[in-house]
Protein backbone atom coordinates (compact mmCIF):
# COMPACT_ATOMS: atom_id res chain seq x y z
CA UNK A 1 0.00 0.00 0.00
CA UNK A 2 1.27 3.05 -0.88
CA UNK A 3 0.49 5.96 1.41
CA UNK A 4 -0.09 9.61 0.04
CA UNK A 5 2.76 11.63 1.00
CA UNK A 6 2.52 14.51 3.46
CA UNK A 7 2.46 17.83 2.68
CA UNK A 8 5.99 19.52 3.55
CA UNK A 9 7.30 15.88 3.49
CA UNK A 10 9.54 16.00 0.54
CA UNK A 11 11.04 19.60 2.24
CA UNK A 12 11.77 17.61 5.62
CA UNK A 13 13.08 14.70 4.20
CA UNK A 14 15.77 16.77 1.65
CA UNK A 15 16.87 19.31 5.04
CA UNK A 16 17.34 15.93 7.21
CA UNK A 17 19.59 14.12 4.42
CA UNK A 18 21.48 17.38 3.29
CA UNK A 19 24.77 17.24 5.69
CA UNK A 20 25.17 13.58 4.58
CA UNK A 21 25.19 14.49 0.84
CA UNK A 22 27.03 17.78 1.35
CA UNK A 23 29.84 15.66 3.35
CA UNK A 24 29.96 13.10 0.74
CA UNK A 25 29.65 15.42 -2.23
CA UNK A 26 33.24 17.44 -0.84
CA UNK A 27 34.80 14.66 0.75
CA UNK A 28 34.33 11.35 -1.47
CA UNK A 29 32.55 12.26 -4.91
CA UNK A 30 34.89 15.07 -5.51
CA UNK A 31 37.77 13.27 -4.62
CA UNK A 32 36.71 10.36 -6.58
CA UNK A 33 35.74 12.75 -9.85
CA UNK A 34 39.11 14.68 -9.68
CA UNK A 35 41.06 11.93 -9.45
CA UNK A 36 40.37 10.81 -12.94
CA UNK A 37 40.89 14.21 -13.89
CA UNK A 38 44.18 14.40 -12.55
CA UNK A 39 45.35 11.61 -14.14
CA UNK A 40 45.95 13.53 -17.16
CA UNK A 41 48.11 15.76 -15.84
CA UNK A 42 52.02 16.17 -14.72
CA UNK A 43 51.37 17.55 -11.27
CA UNK A 44 53.51 17.49 -8.19
CA UNK A 45 50.62 19.38 -5.88
CA UNK A 46 51.56 23.32 -5.52
CA UNK A 47 52.90 23.58 -9.21
CA UNK A 48 50.16 24.56 -11.90
CA UNK A 49 48.67 20.90 -13.55
CA UNK A 50 50.50 20.46 -17.24
CA UNK A 51 48.45 18.22 -19.58
CA UNK A 52 49.93 15.19 -20.94
CA UNK A 53 47.47 13.18 -22.12
CA UNK A 54 47.69 9.48 -21.36
CA UNK A 55 51.27 9.67 -20.20
CA UNK A 56 50.53 8.96 -16.43
CA UNK A 57 48.99 5.58 -17.86
CA UNK A 58 51.70 4.54 -20.29
CA UNK A 59 53.93 4.61 -17.31
CA UNK A 60 51.92 2.63 -15.08
CA UNK A 61 51.59 -0.07 -17.59
CA UNK A 62 55.25 -0.26 -17.97
CA UNK A 63 56.02 0.01 -14.53
CA UNK A 64 57.42 -2.94 -12.76
CA UNK A 65 55.70 -2.24 -9.38
CA UNK A 66 52.17 -2.17 -10.55
CA UNK A 67 51.78 -5.13 -12.04
CA UNK A 68 53.78 -6.59 -8.56
CA UNK A 69 50.72 -4.86 -6.77
CA UNK A 70 47.98 -6.58 -9.13
CA UNK A 71 49.79 -9.90 -8.98
CA UNK A 72 50.01 -8.98 -4.87
CA UNK A 73 46.47 -8.33 -4.45
CA UNK A 74 45.40 -11.61 -6.37
CA UNK A 75 47.50 -13.68 -3.93
CA UNK A 76 45.45 -12.07 -1.23
CA UNK A 77 42.07 -13.04 -2.65
CA UNK A 78 42.98 -16.62 -3.01
CA UNK A 79 42.88 -16.15 0.69
CA UNK A 80 39.06 -15.06 0.67
CA UNK A 81 38.00 -18.70 0.67
CA UNK A 82 39.45 -19.81 3.83
CA UNK A 83 38.37 -16.31 5.37
CA UNK A 84 34.91 -17.40 4.80
CA UNK A 85 34.70 -21.04 5.51
CA UNK A 86 36.42 -21.06 9.08
CA UNK A 87 34.27 -18.38 10.64
CA UNK A 88 31.65 -20.41 9.12
CA UNK A 89 32.41 -23.52 10.54
CA UNK A 90 33.26 -21.86 13.59
CA UNK A 91 29.80 -20.23 14.02
CA UNK A 92 28.40 -23.77 13.22
CA UNK A 93 30.18 -25.34 16.15
CA UNK A 94 29.57 -21.89 18.39
CA UNK A 95 25.70 -22.22 17.55
CA UNK A 96 25.39 -25.68 19.23
CA UNK A 97 24.73 -23.42 22.39
CA UNK A 98 27.70 -25.94 24.24
CA UNK A 99 28.60 -24.97 27.95
CA UNK A 100 30.38 -21.56 27.85
CA UNK A 101 30.12 -21.16 24.32
CA UNK A 102 29.83 -17.01 24.94
CA UNK A 103 32.74 -16.84 25.84
CA UNK A 104 34.30 -18.43 23.29
CA UNK A 105 32.74 -15.96 21.08
CA UNK A 106 34.29 -12.89 22.96
CA UNK A 107 37.70 -14.13 23.05
CA UNK A 108 37.45 -15.25 19.34
CA UNK A 109 36.39 -11.20 18.52
CA UNK A 110 38.59 -9.91 20.99
CA UNK A 111 41.34 -9.32 18.40
CA UNK A 112 39.14 -7.12 16.52
CA UNK A 113 38.59 -4.39 18.69
CA UNK A 114 41.99 -3.72 18.22
CA UNK A 115 42.65 -1.56 14.92
CA UNK A 116 44.88 -2.81 12.39
CA UNK A 117 47.23 -0.53 12.71
CA UNK A 118 47.87 -2.14 15.98
CA UNK A 119 47.60 -5.82 14.68
CA UNK A 120 50.01 -5.01 12.23
CA UNK A 121 52.83 -3.68 14.49
CA UNK A 122 52.06 -6.84 16.90
CA UNK A 123 52.81 -9.45 13.95
CA UNK A 124 55.60 -7.45 12.99
CA UNK A 125 57.11 -7.94 16.13
CA UNK A 126 55.36 -11.95 16.90
CA UNK A 127 57.33 -12.98 13.52
CA UNK A 128 60.50 -11.13 13.66
CA UNK A 129 63.80 -13.40 13.39
CA UNK A 130 64.21 -12.85 17.00
CA UNK A 131 61.00 -13.12 17.64
CA UNK A 132 58.37 -14.90 19.98
CA UNK A 133 57.25 -17.64 16.99
CA UNK A 134 60.78 -18.94 15.88
CA UNK A 135 61.14 -19.00 19.51
CA UNK A 136 58.55 -21.58 19.96
CA UNK A 137 59.13 -23.29 16.92
CA UNK A 138 62.88 -23.70 18.34
CA UNK A 139 61.72 -25.36 21.55
CA UNK A 140 59.01 -27.54 19.86
CA UNK A 141 62.14 -28.80 17.29
CA UNK A 142 60.88 -27.48 14.84
CA UNK A 143 64.09 -25.10 14.63
CA UNK A 144 64.70 -25.64 10.70
CA UNK A 145 61.13 -23.95 10.47
CA UNK A 146 62.21 -20.81 12.45
CA UNK A 147 63.02 -18.71 9.32
CA UNK A 148 62.76 -14.98 8.72
CA UNK A 149 59.13 -14.66 7.70
CA UNK A 150 59.22 -11.18 7.51
CA UNK A 151 62.35 -10.63 4.67
CA UNK A 152 61.49 -13.19 2.08
CA UNK A 153 58.68 -11.59 -0.19
CA UNK A 154 56.75 -14.84 -0.53
CA UNK A 155 56.39 -15.78 2.96
CA UNK A 156 56.01 -11.88 3.52
CA UNK A 157 53.10 -11.73 1.10
CA UNK A 158 51.32 -15.21 2.57
CA UNK A 159 51.98 -14.05 6.26
CA UNK A 160 50.04 -11.41 4.77
CA UNK A 161 47.15 -13.15 3.51
CA UNK A 162 47.20 -15.78 6.54
CA UNK A 163 46.92 -13.03 9.05
CA UNK A 164 45.10 -10.02 7.38
CA UNK A 165 42.96 -12.20 5.24
CA UNK A 166 42.10 -15.02 7.30
CA UNK A 167 42.88 -14.93 11.19
CA UNK A 168 42.03 -11.29 10.99
CA UNK A 169 38.75 -12.42 9.54
CA UNK A 170 37.31 -14.94 12.26
CA UNK A 171 36.29 -12.81 15.00
CA UNK A 172 33.88 -10.47 13.40
CA UNK A 173 32.98 -13.67 11.04
CA UNK A 174 31.69 -15.26 13.93
CA UNK A 175 29.58 -12.77 14.98
CA UNK A 176 28.46 -12.16 11.28
CA UNK A 177 27.41 -16.05 10.73
CA UNK A 178 26.19 -16.54 14.03
CA UNK A 179 23.33 -13.85 13.64
CA UNK A 180 22.97 -14.90 10.09
CA UNK A 181 22.54 -18.49 11.00
CA UNK A 182 19.48 -16.86 14.08
CA UNK A 183 17.50 -16.62 10.89
CA UNK A 184 17.65 -19.99 10.30
CA UNK A 185 14.06 -22.01 10.81
CA UNK A 186 15.09 -24.53 13.57
CA UNK A 187 12.48 -27.18 12.81
CA UNK A 188 15.07 -27.18 9.48
CA UNK A 189 17.69 -28.84 12.29
CA UNK A 190 14.96 -30.88 14.46
CA UNK A 191 14.42 -32.88 11.12
CA UNK A 192 17.78 -33.27 10.30
CA UNK A 193 18.44 -34.80 13.68
CA UNK A 194 15.32 -37.08 13.54
CA UNK A 195 16.63 -38.23 9.95
CA UNK A 196 19.57 -39.27 12.01
CA UNK A 197 22.14 -36.95 9.82
CA UNK A 198 25.61 -36.62 11.28
CA UNK A 199 26.88 -33.06 12.64
CA UNK A 200 28.81 -32.58 9.03
CA UNK A 201 26.18 -33.72 7.21
CA UNK A 202 23.72 -31.58 8.79
CA UNK A 203 26.66 -28.46 7.96
CA UNK A 204 26.39 -29.51 4.46
CA UNK A 205 23.08 -29.68 3.47
CA UNK A 206 21.27 -27.23 6.59
CA UNK A 207 23.78 -24.39 7.52
CA UNK A 208 25.04 -23.69 4.38
CA UNK A 209 22.52 -23.46 2.05
CA UNK A 210 20.26 -21.71 5.18
CA UNK A 211 22.92 -18.61 4.91
CA UNK A 212 23.93 -18.68 1.13
CA UNK A 213 22.80 -15.11 1.07
CA UNK A 214 25.07 -13.95 3.69
CA UNK A 215 27.75 -16.04 2.64
CA UNK A 216 27.48 -13.97 -1.08
CA UNK A 217 27.71 -10.76 0.81
CA UNK A 218 30.86 -11.83 3.03
CA UNK A 219 32.58 -12.64 -0.01
CA UNK A 220 32.24 -8.99 -1.76
CA UNK A 221 33.36 -7.77 2.22
CA UNK A 222 36.44 -9.93 1.76
CA UNK A 223 36.94 -8.19 -1.65
CA UNK A 224 36.51 -4.86 0.19
CA UNK A 225 39.09 -5.62 2.70
CA UNK A 226 41.49 -6.55 0.63
CA UNK A 227 41.30 -3.95 -2.20
CA UNK A 228 40.81 -1.37 -0.33
CA UNK A 229 41.42 -1.54 3.88
CA UNK A 230 44.80 -3.25 3.59
CA UNK A 231 46.93 0.01 3.95
CA UNK A 232 46.87 0.37 7.89
CA UNK A 233 47.79 -3.22 8.48
CA UNK A 234 50.64 -3.20 5.77
CA UNK A 235 52.00 0.58 6.97
CA UNK A 236 52.93 -1.25 10.05
CA UNK A 237 53.29 -5.00 9.14
CA UNK A 238 55.96 -4.45 6.66
CA UNK A 239 55.71 -1.21 5.04
CA UNK A 240 55.04 -2.83 1.96
CA UNK A 241 58.06 -4.61 1.42
CA UNK A 242 60.40 -6.13 2.01
CA UNK A 243 61.24 -4.42 -1.61
CA UNK A 244 57.67 -4.93 -2.88
CA UNK A 245 56.62 -8.05 -1.87
CA UNK A 246 53.32 -6.63 0.29
CA UNK A 247 53.04 -3.78 -2.07
CA UNK A 248 49.29 -3.21 -3.23
CA UNK A 249 47.48 -0.54 -5.16
CA UNK A 250 46.74 1.49 -1.97
CA UNK A 251 50.62 1.08 -1.11
CA UNK A 252 51.26 2.63 -4.75
CA UNK A 253 48.92 5.50 -4.27
CA UNK A 254 50.70 6.30 -1.25
CA UNK A 255 54.26 5.69 -2.12
CA UNK A 256 53.86 7.47 -5.75
CA UNK A 257 51.75 10.43 -4.11
CA UNK A 258 52.86 11.15 -1.04
CA UNK A 259 56.41 9.67 -0.71
CA UNK A 260 57.44 10.73 -4.50
CA UNK A 261 54.79 13.82 -4.62
CA UNK A 262 53.73 12.46 -8.23
CA UNK A 263 50.08 13.60 -7.83
CA UNK A 264 49.19 13.22 -11.16
CA UNK A 265 51.09 9.42 -11.82
CA UNK A 266 49.59 8.37 -8.27
CA UNK A 267 45.72 9.62 -9.57
CA UNK A 268 46.45 6.91 -12.93
CA UNK A 269 46.90 4.56 -9.80
CA UNK A 270 43.54 5.68 -8.14
CA UNK A 271 41.45 5.62 -11.09
CA UNK A 272 42.63 1.57 -11.88
CA UNK A 273 41.65 1.32 -7.67
CA UNK A 274 38.39 3.52 -8.42
CA UNK A 275 37.21 1.08 -11.33
CA UNK A 276 38.31 -2.43 -9.49
CA UNK A 277 36.19 -1.19 -6.37
CA UNK A 278 33.18 0.31 -8.42
CA UNK A 279 33.26 -3.07 -9.60
CA UNK A 280 33.08 -4.60 -6.37
CA UNK A 281 30.48 -1.85 -4.94
CA UNK A 282 28.04 -2.26 -7.73
CA UNK A 283 27.57 -6.43 -5.71
CA UNK A 284 27.59 -4.65 -2.45
CA UNK A 285 25.22 -2.13 -3.37
CA UNK A 286 23.03 -5.35 -5.37
CA UNK A 287 23.46 -7.43 -1.88
CA UNK A 288 22.66 -4.44 0.41
CA UNK A 289 19.73 -3.32 -1.35
CA UNK A 290 17.54 -6.66 -0.28
CA UNK A 291 17.58 -5.13 3.28
CA UNK A 292 15.72 -1.98 2.70
CA UNK A 293 12.59 -1.66 1.04
CA UNK A 294 12.44 -0.01 -2.40
CA UNK B 1 25.97 -45.57 20.48
CA UNK B 2 24.29 -41.84 19.42
CA UNK B 3 25.69 -41.12 23.14
CA UNK B 4 29.06 -41.79 22.50
CA UNK B 5 28.72 -39.85 18.58
CA UNK B 6 27.59 -36.95 21.07
CA UNK B 7 29.90 -36.86 23.25
CA UNK B 8 32.80 -37.33 20.52
CA UNK B 9 31.52 -34.49 18.77
CA UNK B 10 31.38 -32.19 21.61
CA UNK B 11 35.02 -32.81 22.21
CA UNK B 12 36.32 -32.76 18.82
CA UNK B 13 33.97 -29.13 19.02
CA UNK B 14 35.89 -27.61 22.32
CA UNK B 15 38.97 -28.79 21.22
CA UNK B 16 38.25 -26.70 17.65
CA UNK B 17 37.37 -23.61 19.90
CA UNK B 18 40.09 -24.04 22.36
CA UNK B 19 42.27 -23.90 19.51
CA UNK B 20 41.06 -21.12 17.83
CA UNK B 21 40.25 -19.29 21.07
CA UNK B 22 44.24 -19.60 21.84
CA UNK B 23 45.01 -18.48 18.63
CA UNK B 24 42.56 -15.45 18.94
CA UNK B 25 44.57 -14.05 21.93
CA UNK B 26 47.46 -15.39 21.84
CA UNK B 27 49.21 -12.17 20.13
CA UNK B 28 47.27 -9.98 22.51
CA UNK B 29 48.56 -11.71 25.49
CA UNK B 30 52.67 -12.08 24.11
CA UNK B 31 52.39 -8.09 24.03
CA UNK B 32 51.14 -7.82 27.21
CA UNK B 33 53.52 -9.92 28.64
CA UNK B 34 56.21 -8.46 26.27
CA UNK B 35 55.30 -5.09 27.41
CA UNK B 36 56.29 -5.56 31.11
CA UNK B 37 59.44 -7.18 30.66
CA UNK B 38 62.99 -5.57 30.73
CA UNK B 39 64.48 -5.40 27.79
CA UNK B 40 67.08 -7.51 28.48
CA UNK B 41 64.77 -10.37 29.89
CA UNK B 42 63.34 -10.45 26.40
CA UNK B 43 65.95 -11.58 24.86
CA UNK B 44 65.89 -14.50 26.43
CA UNK B 45 62.40 -15.11 27.54
CA UNK B 46 60.11 -14.56 24.15
CA UNK B 47 56.97 -16.79 25.24
CA UNK B 48 55.95 -17.38 28.81
CA UNK B 49 55.42 -15.06 31.89
CA UNK B 50 57.84 -12.21 32.63
CA UNK B 51 60.26 -13.24 35.82
CA UNK B 52 60.14 -9.45 37.02
CA UNK B 53 57.36 -7.52 36.41
CA UNK B 54 58.74 -4.05 35.66
CA UNK B 55 56.48 -1.35 34.58
CA UNK B 56 60.15 0.73 32.52
CA UNK B 57 58.57 0.49 29.72
CA UNK B 58 55.12 2.25 30.53
CA UNK B 59 57.43 5.29 31.87
CA UNK B 60 59.06 5.30 28.55
CA UNK B 61 55.95 5.65 26.47
CA UNK B 62 53.86 7.62 28.74
CA UNK B 63 56.08 9.88 30.62
CA UNK B 64 59.65 9.76 28.73
CA UNK B 65 57.37 9.47 24.81
CA UNK B 66 54.43 11.64 24.18
CA UNK B 67 52.00 9.06 24.74
CA UNK B 68 49.80 11.14 27.11
CA UNK B 69 49.33 14.13 24.72
CA UNK B 70 48.51 11.65 21.84
CA UNK B 71 46.35 9.96 24.44
CA UNK B 72 44.61 12.81 25.34
CA UNK B 73 44.21 14.22 21.76
CA UNK B 74 42.32 11.45 21.01
CA UNK B 75 40.04 11.69 23.64
CA UNK B 76 39.29 15.15 23.11
CA UNK B 77 39.00 14.56 18.93
CA UNK B 78 36.73 11.66 18.86
CA UNK B 79 33.80 12.49 21.27
CA UNK B 80 33.65 16.01 19.29
CA UNK B 81 33.34 13.77 15.68
CA UNK B 82 30.79 11.34 16.69
CA UNK B 83 28.58 13.94 17.96
CA UNK B 84 28.06 15.31 14.33
CA UNK B 85 28.31 11.93 13.25
CA UNK B 86 25.37 10.52 15.17
CA UNK B 87 23.57 13.26 14.13
CA UNK B 88 24.36 12.68 10.37
CA UNK B 89 23.45 9.50 10.66
CA UNK B 90 20.36 9.44 12.43
CA UNK B 91 18.90 12.31 10.99
CA UNK B 92 19.61 10.62 7.23
CA UNK B 93 18.97 7.15 7.95
CA UNK B 94 15.35 8.09 9.50
CA UNK B 95 14.77 10.13 6.14
CA UNK B 96 15.50 7.11 3.90
CA UNK B 97 14.10 4.89 6.17
CA UNK B 98 10.31 6.15 6.52
CA UNK B 99 10.42 9.52 4.55
CA UNK B 100 8.63 9.30 1.25
CA UNK B 101 10.47 11.48 -0.82
CA UNK B 102 11.18 12.29 -4.80
CA UNK B 103 14.81 9.89 -5.54
CA UNK B 104 14.91 8.55 -2.31
CA UNK B 105 16.20 4.89 -3.06
CA UNK B 106 18.71 6.44 -5.86
CA UNK B 107 20.05 8.74 -3.58
CA UNK B 108 19.89 5.99 -1.19
CA UNK B 109 22.04 3.60 -2.98
CA UNK B 110 24.33 6.31 -4.25
CA UNK B 111 25.47 6.62 -0.52
CA UNK B 112 26.14 3.18 -0.31
CA UNK B 113 27.92 3.19 -3.65
CA UNK B 114 30.50 5.97 -2.32
CA UNK B 115 30.78 3.69 0.98
CA UNK B 116 33.52 1.59 -0.69
CA UNK B 117 36.07 3.69 -2.21
CA UNK B 118 39.64 3.54 0.43
CA UNK B 119 41.20 6.28 1.83
CA UNK B 120 43.91 6.33 0.00
CA UNK B 121 42.12 6.75 -3.33
CA UNK B 122 40.65 9.86 -1.36
CA UNK B 123 43.55 11.08 0.33
CA UNK B 124 45.27 13.14 -2.39
CA UNK B 125 42.18 15.21 -3.33
CA UNK B 126 41.08 15.51 0.27
CA UNK B 127 44.50 16.69 1.34
CA UNK B 128 43.96 19.51 -1.54
CA UNK B 129 40.61 20.22 -0.43
CA UNK B 130 41.77 21.01 3.40
CA UNK B 131 44.55 22.41 2.34
CA UNK B 132 42.33 25.36 0.12
CA UNK B 133 40.49 25.85 3.35
CA UNK B 134 42.80 25.93 5.86
CA UNK B 135 42.09 22.40 7.74
CA UNK B 136 45.86 21.36 7.66
CA UNK B 137 46.84 20.71 11.11
CA UNK B 138 43.09 21.28 12.39
CA UNK B 139 40.87 18.94 13.76
CA UNK B 140 37.69 20.37 12.23
CA UNK B 141 39.22 19.25 8.85
CA UNK B 142 40.03 15.57 10.48
CA UNK B 143 36.49 15.64 12.09
CA UNK B 144 34.72 16.44 8.70
CA UNK B 145 36.47 13.62 6.78
CA UNK B 146 35.73 11.13 9.34
CA UNK B 147 32.17 11.96 9.13
CA UNK B 148 31.99 12.33 5.54
CA UNK B 149 33.77 9.04 5.55
CA UNK B 150 32.42 7.21 8.34
CA UNK B 151 28.83 7.92 8.27
CA UNK B 152 27.51 6.28 5.06
CA UNK B 153 27.55 3.02 7.01
CA UNK B 154 25.80 4.33 10.16
CA UNK B 155 23.51 5.98 7.94
CA UNK B 156 22.85 2.30 6.24
CA UNK B 157 22.31 0.84 9.82
CA UNK B 158 19.71 3.68 10.99
CA UNK B 159 17.70 2.99 7.93
CA UNK B 160 17.73 -0.36 7.88
CA UNK B 161 16.66 0.09 11.69
CA UNK B 162 13.92 3.03 11.08
CA UNK B 163 12.35 1.06 8.04
CA UNK B 164 11.19 -1.52 10.67
CA UNK B 165 9.25 1.35 12.81
CA UNK B 166 5.98 1.53 12.02
CA UNK B 167 4.68 3.88 9.76
CA UNK B 168 1.70 4.70 12.37
CA UNK B 169 4.25 6.39 14.63
CA UNK B 170 5.21 8.78 12.24
CA UNK B 171 1.77 9.35 10.61
CA UNK B 172 0.14 10.49 13.71
CA UNK B 173 2.97 12.54 15.06
CA UNK B 174 2.45 14.19 11.57
CA UNK B 175 -0.87 14.78 12.09
CA UNK B 176 -0.67 16.51 15.52
CA UNK B 177 1.26 19.15 13.83
CA UNK B 178 4.62 17.88 15.05
CA UNK B 179 7.59 19.47 13.19
CA UNK B 180 10.46 17.50 11.92
CA UNK B 181 12.84 18.53 14.92
CA UNK B 182 10.63 17.51 17.33
CA UNK B 183 9.80 14.37 15.79
CA UNK B 184 13.55 13.54 15.38
CA UNK B 185 14.55 14.56 18.96
CA UNK B 186 11.71 13.42 20.45
CA UNK B 187 10.43 10.09 19.09
CA UNK B 188 13.17 8.87 16.36
CA UNK B 189 16.01 9.47 18.97
CA UNK B 190 14.64 8.03 22.03
CA UNK B 191 13.21 4.69 20.13
CA UNK B 192 16.77 3.98 18.10
CA UNK B 193 18.94 4.03 21.17
CA UNK B 194 19.84 0.08 20.83
CA UNK B 195 20.82 0.94 17.34
CA UNK B 196 22.87 4.57 18.36
CA UNK B 197 24.81 2.31 20.78
CA UNK B 198 25.88 0.24 17.91
CA UNK B 199 26.66 2.73 15.11
CA UNK B 200 28.42 4.75 18.49
CA UNK B 201 30.46 1.81 19.06
CA UNK B 202 31.30 1.31 15.11
CA UNK B 203 32.00 4.32 14.89
CA UNK B 204 34.05 4.98 18.02
CA UNK B 205 36.45 2.05 16.62
CA UNK B 206 37.00 3.29 13.16
CA UNK B 207 37.94 6.81 14.62
CA UNK B 208 40.55 5.61 17.05
CA UNK B 209 42.40 3.64 15.01
CA UNK B 210 41.93 5.36 11.66
CA UNK B 211 45.37 6.10 10.19
CA UNK B 212 45.50 7.52 6.70
CA UNK B 213 43.40 10.69 7.25
CA UNK B 214 45.02 11.44 10.46
CA UNK B 215 49.05 10.79 9.06
CA UNK B 216 47.63 12.96 5.98
CA UNK B 217 45.76 16.03 7.63
CA UNK B 218 47.69 15.98 11.10
CA UNK B 219 50.90 16.88 10.64
CA UNK B 220 51.87 18.67 14.04
CA UNK B 221 53.29 16.42 16.00
CA UNK B 222 51.26 17.98 19.33
CA UNK B 223 48.43 17.06 17.24
CA UNK B 224 48.41 13.35 16.84
CA UNK B 225 45.86 10.78 17.65
CA UNK B 226 47.50 7.59 19.19
CA UNK B 227 46.79 5.65 16.78
CA UNK B 228 48.85 7.78 14.64
CA UNK B 229 51.79 8.73 17.08
CA UNK B 230 52.18 4.75 17.42
CA UNK B 231 51.91 3.66 13.67
CA UNK B 232 54.99 6.44 13.64
CA UNK B 233 56.72 4.86 16.21
CA UNK B 234 56.95 1.72 14.05
CA UNK B 235 59.43 3.31 11.63
CA UNK B 236 62.08 4.50 14.26
CA UNK B 237 65.07 2.65 14.44
CA UNK B 238 66.26 1.56 17.65
CA UNK B 239 62.77 0.90 19.87
CA UNK B 240 62.93 -1.38 21.98
CA UNK B 241 60.38 -4.10 21.21
CA UNK B 242 59.21 -3.83 24.83
CA UNK B 243 58.95 -0.58 24.54
CA UNK B 244 56.92 -0.64 21.62
CA UNK B 245 54.39 -3.43 22.84
CA UNK B 246 53.84 -1.25 25.48
CA UNK B 247 53.38 1.80 23.47
CA UNK B 248 50.68 -1.11 22.16
CA UNK B 249 49.10 -1.70 25.00
CA UNK B 250 48.36 1.28 26.21
CA UNK B 251 46.30 2.47 23.21
CA UNK B 252 44.57 -1.00 22.91
CA UNK B 253 43.08 0.43 26.55
CA UNK B 254 40.28 2.48 25.91
CA UNK B 255 39.02 -0.11 22.89
CA UNK B 256 39.32 -2.67 25.27
CA UNK B 257 37.51 -1.35 28.45
CA UNK B 258 34.77 -0.34 26.00
CA UNK B 259 34.57 -3.95 25.07
CA UNK B 260 34.44 -5.10 28.76
CA UNK B 261 31.06 -2.47 29.17
CA UNK B 262 29.62 -3.13 25.93
CA UNK B 263 30.84 -7.06 25.08
CA UNK B 264 26.88 -7.89 24.88
CA UNK B 265 25.73 -4.98 22.20
CA UNK B 266 29.23 -6.42 20.39
CA UNK B 267 28.75 -10.20 20.03
CA UNK B 268 25.12 -10.50 20.53
CA UNK B 269 23.06 -10.51 17.18
CA UNK B 270 22.07 -6.89 16.50
CA UNK B 271 25.80 -6.17 16.17
CA UNK B 272 26.13 -8.76 13.37
CA UNK B 273 22.78 -8.54 12.27
CA UNK B 274 22.94 -4.77 11.20
CA UNK B 275 25.97 -4.85 9.87
CA UNK B 276 25.05 -8.28 7.68
CA UNK B 277 23.11 -6.70 5.24
Redesign the interface.
Known amino acids: MK?K??K???I??????V???V??A???????L??IY?SFFKWK?IDKPVFIGLQNYKTMINDETFWVSIKNTLVLLIYIPLGALLPI??SA??R?G?KG??F????????N???????G??????L?K???LN??LT?VGLGSLALDWLSKPDLALHALGLIYGV?LR??FGC??????M?SVDESLYDAAKID?A??WRTFVSVTLPSIRF?IE?WIVLSF?EI???A??FI??FT?GGPGFATFTL??G??NS??VAFK?GY??AW?TV??VL?GI???F??K???????? | MANTYTRTINKIMYLVLGIFAVIAVYPIFFAFFTSIKSASEYVNNKLSFPVKITFENYYHVWIKGNMLKYFINSCILIPCALIPYIFVCVSAGFAFGRLRFPFRFAIFLTVLFLMIFPQMLLSIQIFQICRKLNLINNYFGLILTWVAYFAPFGTYIMTTYYSTVPMELIESARIDGTNIWQMLFKIMFPIAKPMIVIIVIIGFQSMWNELPFSLLLLQTESLRTITQGIGMMQGQYGLDDTILTAAILSASIVPLILFMFFQKQITMGAYGGAVKG
Open positions: LRLGETDAYVLIPLLLLVFILYPVANVGLLILELWPFRAVIYLPILGYVILMIFSIVRIGPSLIWLGIFFLAASGLWSFILARFPYTREYIYGFLASALFCIAFQVLMRRNING
